[in-house]
């Protein structure tokens, strides 16, 4: 079993940065790879960003690319979403999400979920 535990989100204006975290517990979460999700209200859950296992291959939306990062360290279990340039658009509860199938979590199809964080971008 891996507990999932999101943090980081908040209230920015339009042009800021925060940080997600994405912190595990229980088996071994290098095994796994990790994605991020965010769904704004009534829209269906998209994803964002997936990183590897080893943190060497990654896959972003083309709506985030140049502006987020997905980094991890093993170490420490946890994953990390840094996001700048936010736009309102951006706004939504982000989540976390593993499997060891990196290709699997592309599908949205994971084995643990995280509870959400609320990312909120002002005009």
């Known amino acids: 079993q891996v507990q999932l535990v999101e943090s980081g989100g908040g209230l920015v204006q339009a042009g800021g940065s925060l940080r997600l975290s994405c912190a595990a517990s229980?088996?071994?979460?290098?095994?796994?790879?990790v994605g991020w999700f965010r769904q704004a209200p009534g829209k269906e859950r998209e994803v964002v960003a997936v990183?590897?296992?080893?943190?060497?291959?990654?896959y972003y939306a083309d709506s985030v690319k140049g502006r987020f990062t997905v980094s991890r360290d093993n170490a420490r279990n946890t994953v990390y979403l840094q996001m700048n340039s936010l736009q309102p658009e951006d706004s939504a509860v982000y989540y976390c999400?593993?499997?060891?199938?990196?290709?699997?979590?592309?599908?949205?199809?994971?084995?643990?979920w995280g509870q959400g964080t609320q990312v909120t971008v002002s005009s």
């Open positions: 999400a593993a499997d060891r199938n990196f290709r699997s979590i592309g599908l949205q199809v994971c084995e643990y």
């Open positions: 229980g088996r071994t979460f290098s095994d796994y790879a």
């Open positions: 990183i590897s296992w080893g943190g060497g291959t990654t």
